[in-house]
């Protein structure tokens, strides 16, 4: 089973900027959608991105214009480059494997990584 590995989290103003980083044990990509979820205290988890096979992408309503999804075959990475940020926005953030090709809808796998934490607080 891939491994996942997210990295670029932190603690950041409103208005700030982060970017996350998720790193896959294995050649991905190229075969299967990925997504971005992120879970705040006391609800459930969210789609936030996800990425077809082919370089498509699908935000929530809660980010589009905001965030960006993007990714490095070369280094097995995906990407969230996180702009304007709100208190909102504060959560675990999660990459997951999907389980097709195909963002609509998206369908997640099993594999998680392990998530990190952002944190939007003046």
């Known amino acids: 089973q891939v491994q996942l590995v997210e990295s670029g989290g932190g603690l950041v103003q409103p208005g700030g900027s982060l970017r996350l980083s998720c790193t896959a044990s294995e050649s991905i990509f190229s075969t299967y959608a990925m997504g971005w979820y992120r879970q705040a205290p006391g609800k459930q988890r969210e789609l936030v991105a996800a990425m077809t096979s082919s370089g498509s992408t699908s935000y929530a309503d809660s980010v589009k214009g905001r965030f960006t999804f993007s990714r490095d075959n070369a280094k097995n990475t995906v990407y969230l480059q996180m702009n304007s940020l709100k208190p909102e926005d504060t959560a675990v953030y999660y990459c997951?494997?999907?389980?097709?090709?195909?963002?609509?809808?998206?369908?997640?796998?099993?594999?998680w990584g392990p998530g990190t934490q952002v944190t939007v607080s003046s």
């Open positions: 997951n494997k999907g389980r097709t090709y195909s963002i609509s809808p998206y369908y997640p796998s099993g594999s």
